[in-house]
């Protein structure tokens, strides 16, 4: 007997639950789309670890494309797509939201005139800066600081604006992050913290901001304020959303709703370290989440899902991880903890443990420090301590290898 399972939306979770649910057993199954083009879509498929691509059929794959409003009965089990031409009524065993979620734009005077770009939707490498002599960008978020560093090496004055009393308020915890910001400074990026843009100024296309009644001149604006859950569809439906605003789901990322999930960034998932459910809006998760919810669909209870946030960017002269919490959330949820530092030769290390020693977070700033972001992540999902690291044998490059050695001897002490 086939299951029919109905998949709302088409971003990395959707695509990802798309091929478990055919691989899981005898499916139907149904991915329902805004995109226009299938060509392009179906195109997304390629680069999965398994041959799907060829198997799209409408005996397997029904893909409704253009769709305008979705709703869903849940007491029904029934979705109702509406397009341009068409309304459909599909039945459903299970269904999958994976609507992602949508970039902040702030309520800002001016915010839509040429010359504003959303980081979170186009790459700065997308954005035409050839005419530009200063950019601001607003948020201080890991797409800022790279978007800053790559337009500052173009002979670019970028200036960076936010809220927070520090960079990356978010990822790294304040001390961590000076060290980005005093990096960056020295490539002759200014900064405005604490501080708001009021207003955009230009006539159709952006000339300056006004920050705290000082003007700014500037041809592009670029906005890095992170994104908000899209968990429309399960609220009108009577679902619960959580303190974020994403769709709450448990340890199986089933929702309140009987025989609808959710998974990628519209939800809030558990995240080991501190254990707290909030969103993870990062590609790798939506991919394993979509993964999970797909078999979870078939099977019900089958699979658990637990995520460790894993941060790792490059810049021109440093590398930076933030794998698990940091003490912003830690305060912010009200989790006890101990913080050590470790400064090594080559890079600076923050490790935020529990009282009892379990590790919540880890910050590594510095040269070479990139191979140990996934051993650190897989001992936050087993509930290491820091004693856990003596236990561990990697194959790392010398270098790597002398931050690995400081951590050790830090155990060592304890």
Not at 184 to 203: M, P, Q
Not at 287 to 304: F, H, M, Q
Not at 357 to 378: D, F, M
Request: aromatic share 8%.
């Amino acid at each position: 007997m086939f299951k029919k399972v109905i998949i709302i939306g088409s971003d990395e979770a959707g695509i990802s639950a798309a091929i478990s649910s055919f691989l899981s057993g005898k499916s139907q199954v149904y991915l329902i789309t805004k995109m226009n083009d299938p060509a392009p879509f179906i195109s997304y498929f390629k680069g999965y670890p398994i041959s799907f691509y060829p198997k799209i059929s409408p005996k397997h794959i029904n893909i409704i494309l253009g769709s305008e409003n979705v709703e869903l009965f849940s007491k029904e089990k029934t979705v109702v797509v509406r397009t341009k031409s068409e309304e459909f009524h599909i039945y459903y065993n299970s269904t999958i939201l994976s609507t992602g979620a949508t970039p902040v734009t702030p309520l800002i005077e001016g915010i839509g005139k040429r010359g504003v770009y959303n980081l979170w939707r186009t790459s700065v490498r997308n954005i035409d800066l050839s005419k530009a002599s200063k950019v601001v960008i607003y948020g201080a978020g890991i797409r800022a600081i790279n978007a800053a560093e790559t337009i500052a090496k173009m002979g670019k004055k970028v200036l960076i604006v936010d809220e927070n009393k520090e960079i990356l308020p978010y990822l790294l915890d304040s001390s961590m992050a000076l060290r980005i910001r005093k990096y960056l400074e020295a490539k002759g990026i200014e900064f405005e913290l604490e501080s708001k843009i009021e207003r955009v100024l230009g006539y159709d296309e952006v000339t300056g901001v006004e920050v705290r009644g000082a003007f700014y001149e500037t041809d592009k604006l670029l906005v890095d304020l992170g994104v908000t859950p899209n968990s429309r569809i399960l609220k009108r439906a009577g679902g619960k959303t959580g303190v974020y605003n994403g769709i709450v789901v448990d340890d199986y990322l089933m929702t309140t709703l009987p025989n609808v999930l959710a998974a990628g960034g519209c939800c809030e998932l558990l995240n080991l370290g501190l254990n707290i459910k909030k969103p993870i809006p990062l590609k790798s998760v939506a991919r394993r989440s979509g993964l999970i919810a797909g078999v979870n669909a078939i099977r019900g209870r089958y699979l658990p899902a637990k995520f460790v946030r894993n941060i790792v960017t490059i810049l021109d002269d440093l590398e930076l991880i933030s794998v698990g919490g940091t003490k912003y959330e830690a305060e912010r949820h009200g989790v006890c903890y101990e913080e050590v530092k470790i400064d090594t030769e080559y890079a600076q290390v923050s490790m935020l443990l529990s009282l009892n020693g379990t590790i919540l977070g880890v910050q590594i700033i510095g040269k070479h420090v990139l191979p140990l972001a996934n051993p650190i992540s897989t001992l936050i999902k087993e509930g290491g301590t820091l004693n856990s690291f003596l236990h561990l044998d990697l194959s790392l490059p010398y270098k790597t290898s002398n931050i690995f050695s400081s951590i050790m001897r830090e155990a060592l002490k304890r």
